[in-house]
């Protein structure tokens, strides 16, 4: 009888503890007159998915999910199949509610002030809008503007080529939206929303908050003006799952940030993907590239993403960062962990190049060249059910520009002269052959893991005229100053991963001649393009 009493009196003293833990609830609606608010008559959605940025649950039939609740959380709603989700006048998707019941305590970096107390209900509207299984979507690497100027850059050699686009479900930029400016985020929505489709955003290490003391608290601002830096959306029968993988501080110290996943980030992932259909595809949007080797990436949180995908075949991964383009395959050897298949990253090219450096074009804006010879630019994700294919489309140039061709302009017969082909998407999947004229056979070039010749010869413009001895270009005259030089210098030289090289023939007669390049990319299309050099006679 003792225990008996005792069993109850805990029982007792439990049970208002259980009735006390807080829980976020709310309905997922059809939002049948757009005014963003649920009335009278407008239906709950079923089966739809909603996090916390932990657990994720779906709606009852009535529309209804309830969801633990904790301090500095978001709700949000993962966009479904056939529904959009509204936006702001500058076309961010708005689907989530931040509830920060006492702030953060460094709002001096403009975080997210107190929201009070949870909502008695937590809606979302939806709208309906019917989607094919193929699609296409723009992919920004590192717009990263430091000054309004080069805001300015973004909206005139990009976007103003992007306005009006068609057949393109969303946009989404991976990551240093801008370059540690934080003020910069209105003026480059404002620029971005002149496309005219929803536009996603990923938090990069030049978007976070400098000051802040713990991780939690980086993405302060981030989260005020674009939401959640962990979230998910789908279109079609593909997943998209956004991962804020900068870690910051980091374990490195001081003011340096590292390559990672949290453990509420993971169990994110897992818990999205007990709802996704093995035939489905599932596309990873994160800023910093998951790498073979290297220090940048924590490896172990690289392998244990790939093990929550042991069961989802068709996957891809996105990155930027670099400021380079490239391609990595994972497989067994590399952590992937499907013996039958292998996992793509796809390190994409950046908008800004080389941080908007170089030689000011006549356009007024630097041609800033990336450091393995990639032309600034953006990619089209194109994707079909579970597949897919990426374009590359440089900035300002046609779409079939592809690569880029050097030699050097005049050859000697029996010098021995270098063809080289940067085939700016290409990948080790990648082929590349040549020939000298129409009746000439073809022959295949070699990938080369090398520095790009021709961004090698615009780097050194750079370095001779620091060299040069700028007084002599003005006879001696020291009224007159020398007018700032046009751009800013050109970073430092990187190998390119997308480069193929082959010497000339040797012995050619004196003339002109035409090398024609035929590139057979990873997805099995063919570009083609073709360059002249001259034979001297000495």
Do not use: C
């Not at 039939?61 to 959009?84: C, E, N």
């Not at 393109?168 to 939206?177: E, L, P, Q």
């Not at 579970?386 to 079939?400: E, Q």
Request: hydrophobic residues 40%; without cysteine.
């Amino acid at each position: 009888m003792r225990h008996l009493l005792i069993f109850l009196a805990l029982l007792v003293f439990a049970y208002p503890v259980a009735l006390a833990q807080p829980s976020a609830t709310g309905v997922v609606f059809h939002d049948m007159d757009g005014d963003g608010i649920r009335d009278d008559g407008e239906p709950g959605i079923a089966e739809v998915a909603v996090s916390n940025g932990v657990e994720v649950v779906r709606t009852a039939s009535d529309g209804r999910y309830t969801l633990p609740a904790s301090d500095d959380m978001i709700v949000f709603v993962i966009k479904p199949r056939h529904w959009q989700q509204p936006t702001t006048a500058l076309n961010l998707p708005q689907f989530y509610y931040i509830h920060k019941p006492n702030g953060s305590p460094e709002l001096d970096f403009a975080g997210v002030a107190p929201t009070g107390p949870l909502p008695a209900s937590i809606d979302f509207p939806l709208y309906p809008h019917p989607e094919a299984d193929a699609f296409r979507a723009i992919v920004f690497g590192d717009p990263q503007p430091y000054t309004i100027e080069q805001v300015d850059y973004l909206a005139n050699d990009i976007i103003k080529e992007l306005i009006g686009v068609e057949n393109v479900a969303f946009g989404i930029t991976m990551g240093d939206i801008v370059g540690d400016d934080l003020d910069l985020y209105q003026p480059i929505n404002e620029a971005i929303s002149a496309i005219g489709v929803p536009w996603y955003n990923v938090y990069g290490n030049h978007d976070m908050n400098f000051d802040a003391t713990a991780d939690t608290l980086a993405d302060e601002t981030f989260e005020r003006v674009y939401g959640p830096p962990t979230y998910a959306f789908q279109v079609g029968r593909a997943h998209f799952i956004v991962l804020d993988d900068v870690i910051y501080p980091s374990s490195l110290g001081g003011r340096r940030y590292m390559g990672g996943f949290r453990d509420d980030q993971l169990a994110f992932v897992e818990n999205y993907l007990a709802h996704v259909p093995h035939d489905h595809l599932v596309v990873f949007n994160m800023h910093i590239p998951i790498e073979y080797d290297g220090p940048t990436f924590r490896h172990a949180d690289r392998d244990r993403l790939f093990a929550l995908l042991a069961d989802h075949p068709h996957t891809l991964s996105i990155s930027a960062h670099t400021h380079m383009q490239r391609h990595l395959y994972f497989d067994a050897s590399t952590g992937w962990a499907q013996a039958d298949t292998e996992h793509h990253h796809y390190n994409v090219g950046t908008t800004s190049g080389s941080w908007w450096s170089g030689i000011k074009a006549e356009t007024d804006i630097p041609h800033t060249m990336m450091r393995d010879g990639t032309p600034n630019g953006y990619a089209f994700l194109n994707i079909d059910g579970a597949d897919y294919t990426i374009d590359y489309k440089v900035a300002g140039r046609p779409a079939a520009y592809q690569m880029h061709i050097h030699t050097p302009r005049a050859v000697a017969p029996a010098d021995t002269a270098l063809l080289s082909v940067n085939v700016f998407n290409g990948d080790d999947r990648t082929a590349v052959r040549y020939r000298l004229g129409a009746d000439q056979p073809w022959m295949p070039l070699t990938k080369t893991e090398a520095v790009d010749p021709y961004y090698d010869l615009l780097a050194r413009r750079w370095e001779d005229f620091e060299a040069a001895d700028v007084t002599a270009l003005w006879d001696g005259d020291a009224e007159r100053q020398l007018p700032e030089f046009p751009g800013t210098r050109l970073p430092r030289r990187m190998p390119s991963t997308h480069l193929w090289q082959t010497a000339l023939p040797r012995g050619l007669a004196p003339g002109t001649y035409v090398v024609e390049i035929e590139a057979t990319d990873g997805f099995g299309r063919i570009h083609r393009d073709a360059h002249t050099f001259r034979v001297t006679a000495e």
